[in-house]
């Protein structure tokens, strides 16, 4: 295999090679952020409106979701029960939400056309589109499903999350890696942003096809992951090796690991990669937003796999 050379990134020893680079070193990429955090009212306490809370930090989360296409996007998944939709009053008749009203009458989900300014007053986002469904909330994906199988038959292609808090970070990077044919996404139980109703919106209705679990500890996880043969690539700053770099490794059962905003990735994340990568950076900034690199990266393993044949 055409694998990155050199020590793996913990340096320690093991039961089988480490393709990688050790941690360290002034080539400038990544994966941070440095975008603001529109996280507090998105995060704000349980909605009063239908009895539907957005879930606690046990749970993906989910039961609320705002705007058109993430709406139609739940009806259409069909993975989990829809209790009702609310409409702004002054849409009803409106070409914009006649398909949203005609699934959900087709299945028997209640639509309720309430004001506008009731509609605004529940939404957690900025611009709910007049459009707010409540839910049941989003299954959880099994660890042990998504480390036996990939899509259609390929190895296992997974992206864990290392502390990404903001909402619009997570949403895109759900929207990213469900375009790129990634099988599962892992997100911490804690310290990491679950699916609010601006996580939804932001991947566009994503959260409704992409596989995710709730894992308790990214690290201890990393480790099970090894322990089943696939590879861990961190995506961070600090490399000897570009992203561009991943050839037969990209066809391999793998897990890319994208580093929280601002801060990358955890040490004890670090410890555990095989290889950790950066993104060339040839300009005059230094890194690109998480969700940015999220995109990229995905589909640079996607191309990699793709070209197989």
């Not at 209640?110 to 900025?126: G, L, N, S």
């Not at 890696?177 to 209705?205: F, M, Q, Y």
């Not at 322990?227 to 690539?233: A, N, P, R, Y």
């Not at 990669?273 to 999220?294: E, F, K, Q, R, Y």
Request: hydrophobic letters at 35%; aromatic letters at 2%; a positive charge.
């Amino acid at each position: 295999m055409n694998k990155p050379g050199g020590r793996g990134a913990s340096g320690r020893g093991g039961g089988r090679p480490r393709p990688g680079s050790k941690p360290g070193g002034s080539k400038r990429g990544g994966s941070k952020s440095g975008g603001p955090n529109r996280g507090p009212r998105d995060s704000r306490g349980p909605s009063s409106g239908g009895g539907n809370k957005v879930g606690g930090p046990k749970s993906l989360g989910g039961r609320q979701i705002e705007g058109r296409q993430a709406t139609r996007e739940l009806l259409m998944g069909e993975r989990r029960k829809v209790h009702e939709i609310w409409i702004s009053a002054e849409l009803e008749g409106d070409s914009g939400v006649e398909d949203i009203v005609m699934i959900a009458g087709a299945q028997r989900v209640p639509v309720a056309y309430v004001a506008k300014a009731k509609v605004e007053r529940e939404a957690r986002t900025d611009a709910p589109q007049g459009v707010i469904a409540f839910a049941a909330d989003i299954p959880e994906a099994k660890l042990g499903d998504l480390m036996r199988h990939g899509r259609d038959g390929a190895p296992p292609f997974l992206v864990a999350v290392d502390g990404v808090t903001d909402p619009g970070n997570l949403g895109a990077i759900i929207r990213s890696c469900d375009g790129a044919g990634v099988s599962g996404l892992l997100v911490p139980r804690h310290r990491a942003v679950h699916v609010t109703p601006t996580v939804a919106k932001a991947s566009a209705g994503a959260v409704e096809h992409m596989p995710i679990a709730l894992i308790p500890g990214l690290p201890a996880t990393l480790k099970q992951l090894k322990e089943h043969g696939i590879w861990i690539v961190g995506l961070d700053d600090g490399a000897d090796h570009d992203l561009f770099e991943l050839t037969d490794l990209a066809r391999e059962p793998i897990c890319l690991v994208l580093g929280a905003e601002g801060a990358g990735l955890s040490r004890l994340v670090r410890e555990r990669c095989d290889s950790i990568v950066s993104i060339p950076m040839l300009g005059g900034v230094s890194s690109l937003n998480v969700s940015a690199a999220a995109a990229l990266s995905t589909y640079q393993i996607t191309r990699v796999r793709r070209s197989e044949s």
